[in-house]
Every structure is written in structure tokens, then in C-alpha cells.
């Protein structure tokens, strides 16, 4: 087996063109389409760079060293590659003949500090009482989705409110590519694994999920929810697992409480789809949405309760408990807004109190406002 640090030493000869954009902390991602056009996303912009590789094929050598050090194939016969690098750093990869015009990469930066509670609230990316609220929702083991764009902070949030459960707790993470970084003592992180060149050893996200509910967790958390292994986050919710946190891919709450529903559809479970809808409006309690808004930050625009389905009207049910006024003039002048309660109360706020926290008063003096409270 070559040495670690050998594969290091080689992944930087091969990414030499792109190297600068590694060592650069605004950069978050780096976006190779074929070997002379480079772009970057920095502090939320996307630029076009000068870098290049000095061929396609020089392009393919890096591309295979970085599949070699992950131990996946690579090739004709498989021409997509996903892992991580060796600083952590995400990678996507398509070759041809899948991407005609040469092949395509999407390096994922993530910062080298994580992310705090602290810190999104200097980045206004939260509100004080928004991150009081989600603390209060957290210990209180609500089950959390947290929903988003590509970009937009998903798991970055997700990381920071790892920090509100109670440290004797245990969590068991599950994910396709290690990134969480959950701010916890006792944290045991497993990782999917896609087959070998001949198609054996795969582990998928559902088989650790299987593996998962025999592991003892308090808390069980996924990285993100693409697929059928969905059925899996949402039985595990409705069956005793209070406190079940996972990301997935949608642009408003309500937008991710279907995407839960037709990824449960991906599943191998048999089961009506009213059953279904039921179960997804059981699972998921709180959805914290998060977006990338068009001055490049990223923001938590809506913290919602999701009150279930309600099978006469055909729609799930849920609250904003706090919601985010962005505004554009006319002129184009933008503002992020704050984001603030909106009026309605919590639900389930007897959860938090059994667990000695409460809801901020200002959600209460909204709700009293808007005559509710």
C-alpha cells in the first residue's frame, strides 16, 4: 500500500493549476469544465480564473491519482467519481463520454474552523432568538430537517446545532462522504462505500441505517437525503429516535416535505401513499431552511413546525414560527431582512419545557401581537 503522505505529495503535483484556490479560505468551491476553463465561487461569487491544466490528459492523470488514493474506479466503464481529497475537501467528477466536452469537476471546499452558533450569528446568517429557538428545539430532541439549495450552508448549520445536544448523548452519523463535523464528545461516524471495478462490497446509506438502529443511538444524524434510504430516516423518527437531524435538497419547507415523500416512493417499502404522507408529516417536527440569497450570503430564512398531513385538503400542515423578510427595492438596492417570529407558537413547546428550556419571549410577544398567543 503506498504511503498516505506519498499520495499527498503526488495530488499536489497533479492539482498544481488549481493549488492556489486550496490554500485560499474565501474559496469554497472550484469548478474544473475541461482543462482551460476554471472557475471559483468566492464569498458566495462565482468567477472565472487564468488556471488551466496544460491538457485534457494532464487533467486525467490528476483525476486518477485522486481516484487511486480513494480507492475507486475510474475509467470508461466508470466514468463518474465521488469521494474526498485528502484535506477533506468533496469531489465530484464526470468524464467522457458521459461529459463530451471533456471532463468536468466540482472541488467542495470546507473551512479548516467550524462553524459555531457564534459565528453565524456575526455573519447575520441567524438571529439570536432564531438560534435560541433551534437550541430549546434541539434539546428538546424535535427531529430536524434541514433544507436548502446547493451552497446554501446546509451542512454547515447542521454542524453548528450539533453543539446544542447534551453531551452524554450519543450520535451516530451516517453519510456518503465524510463532512459533518459534529461538536460533540461522544459521535461515532460511519461512511458508505460504493462498489469495487468487478461490483462487490458496496455499502449503501440504508445498510447503515440497519446497522445504525442496532448500534444504541440517542441520535441518530444523516448527511443527506437523496434517495430511498429516506423511508429508513423516516421510520427511524417515528419509531422512538427523538432528536434525528439529516439535510436534504429543496428551496422552501413545504418544498422539502415532497421531495420526503417522493424519495420514501424510491424506497422498496410497500406502502400506500397516504400511509406515507402520514409518516412524513409524523417524522419530520421542525424544517430550518436555509439559502443562498442574491448578494452571495448565506442565510437561515425560515424556522417551521410541521403540524402533519391533513388528508381532506391533500396537504401537509406546518407554522413558521420565524421567517426572514428579504427585500429588493426597485432600484436594486438589497436587504437580507431579519429574521424574526412571526406569531404563531410552537406547538410542541411542552417538549422543550420537560427538558428545561423554553421558547425566547420575543416569539411569545409576536404571538401576543398577532393576538394568538
Not at 486550496?22 to 472550484?30: G, L, Q, R, S, Y
Not at 446497522?211 to 422512538?240: H, K, N
Request: net charge negative; charged share 25%.
Amino acid at each position: 500500500m503506498i504511503p498516505r503522505e506519498f499520495f499527498i505529495a503526488s495530488l499536489k503535483t497533479f492539482f498544481a493549476p488549481v493549488a492556489p484556490f486550496f490554500d485560499d479560505p474565501a474559496v469554497t468551491d472550484i469548478l474544473i469544465n475541461g482543462p482551460f476553463t476554471i472557475h471559483v465561487e468566492r464569498r458566495g461569487v462565482l468567477e472565472r480564473t487564468n488556471a488551466r491544466f496544460e491538457s485534457e490528459d494532464a487533467l486525467l492523470a490528476a483525476l486518477r491519482n485522486a481516484a487511486q488514493f480513494m480507492g475507486r474506479p475510474l475509467g470508461p466503464d466508470h466514468p463518474i467519481l465521488e469521494g474526498r481529497l485528502p484535506d477533506g475537501s468533496r469531489i465530484e467528477a464526470v468524464l467522457p463520454p458521459v461529459a463530451p466536452e471533456g471532463p468536468v469537476v466540482s472541488i467542495r471546499r470546507f473551512a479548516k474552523e467550524t462553524l459555531t452558533i457564534d459565528r453565524l450569528l456575526q455573519f447575520e446568517s441567524l438571529s439570536l432568538e432564531g438560534a435560541q429557538a433551534l437550541g430549546a428545539m434541539v434539546v428538546g430532541k424535535l427531529n430536524v430537517v434541514v433544507s436548502g439549495g446547493t451552497g446554501s450552508g446546509k451542512t454547515s448549520l447542521l454542524n453548528a446545532l450539533s453543539a446544542f445536544v447534551p453531551e452524554g448523548e450519543r450520535i451516530v452519523v451516517i453519510e456518503d462522504a465524510r463532512e459533518l463535523q459534529v461538536q460533540r464528545p461522544h459521535v461515532v461516524n460511519l461512511e458508505a462505500r460504493p462498489a469495487d471495478a468487478k461490483g462487490r462490497g458496496a455499502v449503501t446509506i440504508r445498510d447503515l441505517f440497519k446497522a445504525t438502529l442496532r448500534l444504541r443511538p440517542d441520535r441518530i444524524f444523516v448527511g443527506e437525503l437523496r434517495g430511498g434510504e429516506a423511508m429508513e430516516f423516516i421510520q427511524a423518527a417515528t419509531s422512538g429516535h427523538g432528536g434525528c437531524m439529516a439535510t436534504l435538497h429543496a428551496s422552501h419547507p413545504m418544498d422539502a416535505l415532497r421531495r420526503l415523500e417522493t424519495m420514501g416512493l424510491m424506497s422498496d417499502v410497500l406502502m400506500p401513499l397516504e400511509a406515507l404522507r402520514q409518516q412524513v408529516g409524523s417524522a419530520v417536527e421542525i424544517v430550518v431552511q436555509t439559502s443562498r440569497l442574491p448578494d452571495g450570503s448565506r442565510r437561515v430564512t425560515h424556522i417551521t413546525e410541521v403540524l402533519g398531513w391533513d388528508s381532506q385538503r391533500g396537504v401537509f400542515v406546518a407554522n413558521d414560527i420565524f421567517h426572514r423578510l428579504v427585500e429588493q427595492s426597485a432600484d436594486g438596492h438589497f436587504n437580507p431582512g431579519d429574521l424574526v417570529p412571526t406569531g404563531h407558537l410552537l406547538k410542541r413547546v411542552d417538549r422543550l419545557r420537560e427538558h428545561g428550556h423554553d421558547l425566547p419571549a420575543s416569539v411569545y410577544d409576536a404571538a401576543r401581537g398577532h393576538g394568538t398567543g
